[in-house]
Every structure is written in structure tokens, then in C-alpha cells.
């Protein structure tokens, strides 16, 4: 039930270390948006409630001077609730400048390289997920259990193709936005490829989250993502 959270803190974590200077981390939320989680157990807050956390962090970040504030998504769910706080803490809190970015988006052409499993492999307790776990906290996991599942394992090859926008996968953007909850989607709680884990891959995927988020940071600090004013 962690896993989120712990993948998260971690790239944080070691951002920080990196980047020193540029970087003081705030303590990680662990509670986001995840009701879609409900039939296998997953505390959530509602959507309103979620959206006045991420404003009141905003203007505990004002209050105290800061002006650059990233939030560092390590969730799906919280994507929507973060976007529609971020529109309403523009307008609240003009001075702030608030970046939103998931980790797995930032790094998604180097997690691409990584991979070995096939469209619909890496989305939720996945290939990446499991891989990062492992190189974590391996006593957390437990292969003999995983299972592959999701919509991707219960497609033959031949239909494939002309299904492929309806197979999730957290590195293919879907052309439409539908709400499922996730036994819906899958009976295990597995969406995608763990089949394709190991400790080795998670070190890789966690670098390449780590140096994309590092390249993130030295571009917001340095104005690089403000607008330019003529």
C-alpha cells in the first residue's frame, strides 16, 4: 500500500542530495486521491479535501518566502485534483510559481529504454514499479505472487494493434480521459508486466527518475520555464 509513497520519497530524497543548494524537500503527502483503489484498500481523500491540501501547502510555501514550489506527483490519481489546485493557486497566490510533475512522465523516454515489457506492461504494480521496489525494499516483495494482469493480458496479439489505445501504459498518453475504478480494470490489483522486474532494472529506473527530475529543478530555478517578457 505504500509503494507509491516510497517510490516518491525516494527520488525526492536523492534530489535533494544532489542538488543541495537548489533543493529543500518538504515532508512527502502519503494520502492522496485514490478512490479508484477502494475494492483492494486504499485510504483517499476526497476530491475537494485533496485540493485544499496541495492550496494550504501553497500558501504555507508563500507565507514563508518561497516562490518556486515543485510538486513531485508520485501517484495517478493525483494528477486531476493537483492540475485543478494548481489553476485555483494561480489566482490566489499569483507570486507563487507551482510546477506539477509525475516522475514517470519527466523520465519517460529513458523508462522507454529501460523497459522490456510490451505496451500495457508498466502502469500500476508493474514492470518499473515492481523493479524499484525490489531495489528498495525487496523484503516488501513477494515474486512468486506476482501476477501479470490488466487489459493487456486479456487481449490475443491479433487484436491488439486495434486496441492499442485502450491498453493502459503510464509511457502512452490515452487519446480520451474515462474514470474506471481499478477492479474494472484488472482482479489482481496488477495493471501490467511484473513479470519483467528485477532489482537490476529498479536501480536503472530510479536514476533515470532521479536525473530527470534534477534536470526539472535546474530549469525551474533558473527562470528557464517562465515565460519570456518582451
Known sequence: MGTDTAIASAIAARVEQRLPDDVLLAPVQAVGYSPHHAHFGCLSLDLAGY????????RSFAAMGFRRVLLLNGHG???VPCRAALCEMKVELPELKVVLASYWTLAAEAFGRIRTSPAG???HACEMETSVMLALHPEQVHMERARDDGPMTRRGEE???SAIH???DMLRPAPYFMVRNFDETTGSGTVGSPSHASAEKGVLFLDAAVDASCALVKAFAAGELDLAKS
Do not use: A, S
Open 77 to 79: 490519481g493525483n494528477d
Open 159 to 161: 487484436t491488439m494493434q
Open 166 to 168: 485502450r491498453v493502459p
Open 51 to 58: 485540493m485544499e491540501v496541495i492550496k494550504g501547502l501553497g
Open 121 to 123: 506492461g508498466m502502469n
